[in-house]
Each structure stands twice: as C-alpha cells, then as structure tokens.
C-alpha cells in the first residue's frame, strides 16, 4: 500500500530554511517520488501529451529554472564534450609548431597585426579569406545536416553557450546543491550561510569568464608571451580590455542569463523548423504508450493505463524549464536529459525503456513500432547537405594544393592617370605589391611587355630591371614608373592600351603576371 500522501524529509525538518514543495514527497509510483514542478516555458496541452496549446504570454517575467542533477548516457556523453571542447578551447593557443625564420611558433593564432592566420602548417593571408568563407559555409551546412538528421544536437551538445552554461550550473550545485537544496537556499532569508555561497558562486564564475576571456585573446598574440605580459601589466591596453568584455560576456550569458539566451537571443530555434521532416531524430514524448498518464500504486496493473506515472523527473531536469510530454517546442535544445531522468524511472517501476527517446514523427503514433524503426537517414535533403559540403572542401583542398607562392597586384595611379613629360613621352604610375609566401627570401625581377619602346624605373632603384627582394613570408611594395617615348606614341589605341606586368623568381624562374592599362590623352 501507498504510504501517506506527504512526508516530510528527515534533512528538512530541522531546517531554518523555507521548505519547498519538493520538500515533501508524494510518490508516483512504489520507490518514485513525483515532484512538484510546473514547465517554466509552460504549454496547456489540449489533449495531454499530444497537442501543444497556446503557450504562455507574450510579455512575461522571468522564471528561475532548477534544474535537477541527471544521471545517464546522455548526461554521461555531454560530460565528456563539455571536457573536450573545454580542453581544446583552453589548451590549443598553447600548443607550438615551430615554423622557423622568425614567424609565429603558435599551432593556431589570428595574426591581425601582419594580416594572417596560422594553423599547423597553413597559413592563410588577409587576401585569401575566401578559405575562412568556405569553412564557415561547410560549417553551416554540416549544421544543417545535422539538424535534418537529428534536430538540435548541436545546442543540446557542442553549442558555446551550453558547454558554459552546464559548467556554471555545475560550479552553482557544488556550491548551493542540487535541486531542492538550491530552491531552499533562494527561499531562506539572508542568513550568513546563504551570503557566503552566493559569492562563491558568484566568484567562481568571474573566475571562469577570466580564464576564457584569457583564452581567447590568447588566440591573436603569442600565447606565453601575452600571459606574461598579461601578469606583469605591460600588455597592450586593447588586450586587457577585450579580456574584460570577453569575462563579463561569459558571465553574463552563461552564469545569469543561461536558458533566456537560446530562447530569446538565438535565431536558430526559429530557423531550425525548416530543417526537420517527418523522418527527423528528435527527442520527444511517446504519448502512444505513456497516455493516459497518472501514479501507479503497489499491486495494481499497468492494462488500460500509459506507462507515464507522471513523476515529473523530465520535467525537473530540464534546463530549459520545459515539458516535454507536451510535444515539439522551440524551447527544447534536445540535450536528452529527459531520456536518462525517464529511463531511470521506467526501470524502477519495471517498465520498458524509451518512453521519452529520440525518435520520428512516423513512429510518434504507434505503440509498436520501435524509436528508431525505418529511419532514413540517406534521405534527399541530408544527401544534398552532404554533396554541398563534399563539393566545397574538394575545392578547397584542391585550391590549397595549387595555390601560387609568388602573387602579385597592380593598382595604376588614378590622379593623374598619365603625366606628359618635357620632351613629349607619356608616363605612367603603378603601386606594386609582391607577395612571397614560402619561408626562404626571394630575388625577383619585374618586366612590362606590351608595347615596343617602354622604358621602366623603380622608385629606391638604380634601373628599372633591378634585383628585388622580397622578404620570407612577407609582402614587398614597389612603385613602378612606365614611360612610352613621343615616337611610340601612335601605339595607343584611343585613350589607353593593355600592359602586362611580370615579376620572374631569379631563382626558380617562377612568374606570376597581371593585366593593367597603360593612359595616355
């Protein structure tokens, strides 16, 4: 038999502290205490499970969400990329490779200062962002692959303000504890207990938004060099404010706003809809074989009933404060809390697991039919997500490969286009910048062709088919002068006529040429 419907907890009764409605325990089920939570993004189903219902107001206040501890698979596998994508984000501007000749020894760094970035043995320049654009763009369609195959995986899992979110709220229990203690807590007065946890709570988190601010101005400068600099307050007055805003953003979003930033400040949950079908993975409630729903008592059969003992765990360990028994909502991040905090439950009443599991909308209405029978993976969406992607890096790798190491641009003078000197020729200006991308210094000459009779001059040069060199891994600028003689002058066609610009490696008789026009009246 069911014991009494509320009984108080032995650690609570002696308390100062407010008690709160999970202070008391109802059960659910034989050994399943049912708590007493409302969904904060909170949804009245018309038909409990099934049909989601207007929703909450349009203008309301905040409500604080507690979050219980979950233990499980899913909770097991975020803990493991909260380490990793932490580790990485920490330790990787620490780590060197040694590329000799006075460039950078740092494995990963945005070099705004010479307009490069260094990672492992490339090395993109300013003039080849079109390599970061095409990352960003595999990006976002591995994103959409993603999410067409198993809806907001990566909110639930890898995105920034999860992987912070879950370490502050981790930092926040071993500090106030779980759940019910921590409701305890913000309930009871000011008492010294109280004040000391808060700050260190607090204190905490400042820390961490140091240590990742810290982190990632490490990213544009020597990493050793900066620290030190950092500690002994010789670093530029651009670092330490960038490390203070960069602390007060990780603070602010993961240690206070949390849940408000993927609900409100995120676009992706209103974008993310148009990447589902029917054939999606997405973590929701199996209204088919939990409904109708209620407590079960010791002895009595589980015939004309659901398997939902509306224990309300899901509930409770819900980040985002949502039900998820109450279907597809813009709020779920898919994080699969719900899953372990259910499974859990399903084992102690001895029913199956999967009442709450990743599944498709094809097998939401069978009580049958498994979560992950007849998926489709290999569908038209995902098989085009994935051609983009294998399409785009192809080009890429094959880019890099055949990318030249000697490059050069021309830009002519605009005022004057042309200058007539004394005895009648015509000159012309033009800025030329050489770009040498390997690690040994070049020689290069640099000729005009075009039209018979051009004479050239190097500004800084004793002739205009002097030696250049051009430092390792470094842009050299030049200002070039053409001059077509008076006698030569009928070879302009019209107002202008095409020149070609080369500069040749003395060395390796590589040439790299650009088209510019030669002015005349």
Avoid at 209 to 223: E, I
Wanted: charged share 20%; with cysteine; proline share 5%.
């Amino acid at each position: 038999p069911q014991k009494s419907s509320y009984v108080k907890k032995m650690n609570v009764m002696h308390s100062k502290a407010k008690l709160t409605p999970d202070d008391f325990i109802v059960e659910a089920a034989p050994g399943v205490a049912r708590h007493d939570v409302d969904a904060v993004a909170h949804r009245t189903a018309i038909v409990p499970g099934v049909d989601a219902g207007p929703g909450r107001a349009a203008f309301a206040g905040r409500q604080r969400v507690y979050s219980k501890k979950a233990k499980g698979t899913y909770r097991t596998v975020k803990w493991a990329i909260m380490v990793v994508s932490l580790a990485i984000y920490y330790l990787l501007p620490w780590i060197r490779w040694e590329r000799g000749d006075g460039r950078p020894s740092q494995a990963f760094l945005l070099d705004f200062e010479h307009q490069k970035l260094y990672f492992g043995p490339l090395e993109i320049w300013a003039q080849e962002f079109y390599y970061i654009t095409g990352l960003l763009v595999i990006s976002a369609l591995g994103l959409f692959l993603v999410t067409s195959v198993a809806g907001r995986v990566w909110c639930g899992y890898a995105c920034p303000q999860t992987v912070w979110t879950d370490l502050m709220i981790a930092v926040e229990r071993f500090w106030q504890g779980d759940r019910n203690a921590h409701m305890r807590l913000d309930n009871g007065p000011w008492t010294f207990e109280k004040i000391w946890k808060k700050t260190a709570t607090h204190i905490s988190w400042l820390l961490i938004g140091l240590l990742t601010g810290g982190a990632l101005v490490f990213y544009f400068r020597d990493a050793p060099t900066l620290a030190m600099e950092l500690v002994t307050g010789t670093a530029p007055d651009v670092a330490y404010a960038f490390l203070v805003i960069f602390a007060a953003t990780t603070y602010l979003l993961g240690g206070i706003a949390r849940e408000q930033v993927c609900i409100y400040m995120c676009p992706w949950p209103r974008i993310q809809g148009a990447m589902l079908d029917r054939n999606s993975l997405l973590v929701s409630y199996r209204a088919a074989i939990g409904e109708p729903r209620g407590p079960h008592k010791r002895g009595h059969t589980w015939d004309n009933r659901g398997d939902c003992v509306d224990c309300k765990a899901c509930v409770a360990v819900c980040p985002m404060g949502i039900d998820i028994r109450n279907g597809a909502q813009l709020e779920c991040i898919q994080c699969a809390l719900c899953i372990d905090a259910c499974d859990e439950i399903m084992d102690k009443v001895g029913r199956p697991r999967g009442l709450i599991d990743y599944t498709t909308e094809h097998n939401l209405a069978s009580a049958t039919a498994g979560p992950r029978d007849g998926l489709q993976i290999f569908r038209p969406r995902t098989l085009l997500y994935s051609a983009l992607m294998t399409a785009i890096a192809g080009f890429m790798v094959w880019s890099l490969m055949t990318r030249a190491d000697l490059e050069i641009s021309v830009l002519a003078d605009r005022n004057p286009q042309f200058v007539t000197l004394s005895d009648g020729s015509l000159r012309n200006g033009y800025t030329i910048k050489i770009v040498n991308k390997t690690a040994t210094a070049r020689d290069v000459r640099v000729t005009v062709s075009g039209m018979d009779g051009l004479a050239t001059a190097i500004v800084g040069q004793d002739s205009g088919d002097a030696v250049i060199v051009v430092p390792i891994s470094d842009v050299r600028a030049i200002k070039l002068f053409v001059t077509l003689p008076r006698d030569k002058r009928s070879e302009l066609a019209g107002t202008s006529a095409p020149l070609d610009i080369t500069v040749t490696d003395l060395k390796s008789g590589l040439r790299s040429e650009r088209r510019a026009a030669f002015h005349g009246p």
